[in-house]
């Protein structure tokens, strides 16, 4: 249980901390498909915020039941914690897959309906978490009961309350009428752990991308995807992720950069459909982007072959303020900075 497992770091220092992980992230053992290298926009995003998280991420949390360590065990469950933020974002998201999956059954969810299993979702979520308990068979561990003292990602008294216009966004947005006009068109909704390989000249040959669209519809021709977005449409991340995206389109329907649209549907702006800063990369950029964030991934790895990685190759961030809402920041010494070191100044 997440108490008891980071309890384990309360007798100890960061310097054996990283000992111990250095000792787990090196030894050479054949990969499987839960270890073999894999490439993500979120993984590359994870590697420029702060090496370090991506290392505890990727690699101090991988193999957990065999490592049978209780400083592996810590990093494993903070790799499980989300900010109260993204909850919400989760709850959205939940609710508008299971709207969408009713429009390719040729039914429509009631709008009411909508609204009421995104609040369901977020308050059962919540409620999980006190718990330390599952919530639908995935643990549900929140950044704000793992870290009392805050800060708060968002405010808890009317966290309920922006579910509620979040959904009432999303039923209203550009998107969700453009999927009710279309709705025989929709060919993936929300696929889990969806991959297509990616062939490179570096030492691996070729790596698994996952790309896993909101929505995506496919006319014959042209494919239009769809993100549904609660928070900030601004970053400059989400242009790389609808790179990702367009180039699986481009691999697995066939299409042409011209035939591929790309939609973020920006329910915190009120509904309407928005592109990715920039205006999303062809597919040659995404390519060239994704190889290039391959390779140097590739070269962080202190053997390739079992993709195993030294924790001195990935040190914390300087940048103090990343720390503020990172899960691992306990795992980092981090937790208890004060205020004024880690807030956005
Ligand atoms: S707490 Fe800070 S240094 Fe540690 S992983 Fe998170 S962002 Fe990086």
Redesign the pocket.
Known sequence: MLPDDMAALDGMTLSEVEIALDLHTRERIPVDKYTAFSWSASRHAMLE?????Y??NYYGARRVRDAKHRVVSAVWWLKQVQTLRMWIGTAIHIAAAEAVRALAEGREMPREDITARAGQVYRAGVAASRRGAKFEGRWVALFEHVYPAGPFSADAGIAGAVVVDLAHALVESDAYATLRERAGEIREIDPPFQSFTLPGDHALGSVRVFAIPDVLLYDGTHVLIIDWKSGDVERAALRDQAGVYTLYAHRAYGAPDESIGYALADLAGGGQSVSPPGGPPTVAEAEAFAQGSIRRMIDLMEDVETNTVRIKEF???S??A??AF????R??W??DLPESDVSDG
């Open positions: 915020a702060c090496p370090r998280r290392y505890l040190p914390r961030t940048d103090l990343r720390c990172c899960a691992f920041k795992v980092c981090r937790h």
